[in-house]
Antibody
Framework: EVQLVQSGAEVKKPGESLKISCKGS????????IGWVRQMPGKGLEWMGI????????RYSPSFQGQVTISADRSISTAYLQWSSLKASDTAMYYC????????????WGQGTLVTVSS | QSVLTQSPSVSGAPGQRVTISCTGS?????????VHWYQQLPGTAPKLLIY???NRPSGVPARFSGSKSGTSASLAITGLQAEDEADYYC???????????FGGGTKLTVL
């Protein structure tokens, strides 16, 4: 059974750094793209970026380029989303997703990680 | 402002048929990229509902169907049930942005 299991909820202060994770299981981690989707409170879904763990090819939405960093550790089948300096506007639910190819659909979703940034 | 445009809300009585539209442009749906649909029940992660314009993943009832024409796509739900009350999102790929794009979402209310 394919599963994407995300790390737990985080509460941070503005200016702090953060790295959240998404562990894949039940499939070949290096053969599928792993992406991240943001959902701000009461709002819709926004694609942030995606990585192909097989060769670390990483692509970002223009809206998120330079704001976050996506990475993956093939040895532990885990993808990451990180911020170097959080803002209050980063408060949102973040979902990791899997895709079998560029331009394909997101067939599996993680349970979500709620990030709250508040002073 | 989302790249794909959806009506914010739609409603219907149990047993009725509703449709949700998704309008794009020549750089996404009109360029031939497939449209996919997701259902997000309250308080849960989104779930793939329709892929490749009209295909249903295993376990999705036949009451849900999708279609695509030109720069638009539609999701139809027949025999509306109370448990269909959710947010629905369309998704495609955009060649100008070189990335995945979503619609703004449509909230379905079952009266």
């Amino acid at each position: 059974e394919v599963q994407l299991v995300q790390s737990g909820a985080e509460v941070k202060k503005p200016g702090e750094s953060l790295k959240i994770s998404c562990k894949g299981s039940g499939y070949s981690f290096t053969s599928y793209w792993i992406g991240w989707v943001r959902q701000m409170p009461g709002k819709g879904l926004e694609w942030m970026g995606i990585i192909y763990p097989g060769d670390s090819d990483t692509r970002y939405s223009p809206s998120f380029q330079g704001q976050v960093t996506i990475s993956a550790d093939r040895s532990i089948s885990t993808a990451y989303l990180q911020w170097s300096s959080l803002k209050a506007s980063d408060t949102a639910m973040y979902y990791c997703v899997s895709a079998w190819a560029v331009a394909s659909y997101f067939d599996y979703w993680g349970q979500g990680t709620l990030v709250t940034v508040s002073s | 402002q989302s790249v794909l445009t959806q009506s914010p809300s739609v409603s219907g009585a149990p047993g009725q048929r509703v449709t949700i539209s998704c309008t794009g442009s020549s750089s996404n749906i009109g360029a031939g990229y497939d449209v996919h649909w997701y259902q997000q029940l309250p308080g849960t992660a989104p779930k793939l509902l329709i892929y490749g314009n009209s295909n249903r993943p295993s376990g999705v009832p036949a009451r849900f169907s999708g279609s695509k024409s030109g720069t638009s796509a539609s999701l139809a739900i027949t025999g509306l049930q109370a448990e269909d009350e959710a947010d629905y999102y369309c998704q495609s790929y955009d060649s100008s942005l070189s990335g995945w794009v979503f619609g703004g979402g449509t909230k379905l209310t079952v009266l």
